[in-house]
């Protein structure tokens, strides 16, 4: 139904309905979207997601970006094209109690896996490159690639030297390989996981 009513000269954005949709749904709904917000504020997150635009964060882009990170970490098999029914998919699937999800748990994985990003990637964690410098602001399909990337080979992105482990990373966003499964057409989910899988493979070749 607010779906229906968002109409009219300011459209809200797909996460603005989330959050509003959320939050419909009672303690559990409030809870969901408190998590959400507190995540944003982790000062990890903050700094490896500062290149996000204005525009992005006054449509609430910071926990559309914490959502994502957790359905790409949970459910890519379930990603269909749409980036924005998989979100919606998800979060709705969660909150009527479909697949578990462990509060502690996410938000632990959550907090690690930025600190090691940031400490490794700093600030152009997640955008692109050219010629070694980085260019634009945040691009979602580096977010996911190297987010979801470094959290499955988390304990080998600890042991690794920060400048060695960037400077593989920004070779990696510049190579042909990588730009054919982030450029247009990147919404495929066989592009999803071979993105993940190149930041995986270049952490552990480190």
């Excluded at 994985?109 to 997640?126: M, P, S």
């Excluded at 959290?151 to 080998?156: L, Q, R, T, V």
């Amino acid at each position: 139904m607010f779906k229906r009513l968002n109409t009219g000269g300011a459209l809200l954005s797909p996460q603005e309905i989330r959050n509003c949709s959320v939050r419909m749904l009672g303690d559990e709904g409030i809870s969901f979207y408190s998590f959400l917000l507190d995540l944003v504020d982790n000062p990890h997150f903050q700094m490896t997601t500062g290149t996000l635009s204005q525009a992005d964060l006054e449509q609430k882009g910071g926990e559309e970006h914490v959502l994502r990170f957790f359905v790409a970490k949970n459910v890519r098999d379930l990603f269909r094209g749409s980036v924005r029914d998989w979100l919606d998919d998800y979060m709705e699937a969660v909150l009527l109690k479909g697949p578990p999800f462990d509060f502690e748990v996410e938000r632990k994985q959550f907090v690690e896996t930025f600190r090691l990003i940031a400490e490794k990637f700093g600030e152009t964690a997640f955008v692109k490159f050219r010629d070694q410098a980085p260019i634009g602001g945040l691009a979602p399909a580096y977010f996911e690639a190297v987010a979801i990337g470094s959290f499955n080979a988390a304990s080998e992105l600890a042991a690794k030297d920060a400048d060695r482990v960037k400077r593989g990373l920004v070779a990696l966003v510049q190579g042909d390989e990588f730009r054919k499964v982030t450029g247009p057409g990147a919404n495929a989910r066989w592009k999803l996981e071979t993105r993940i899988k190149l930041v995986e493979e270049c952490i552990r070749n480190a």
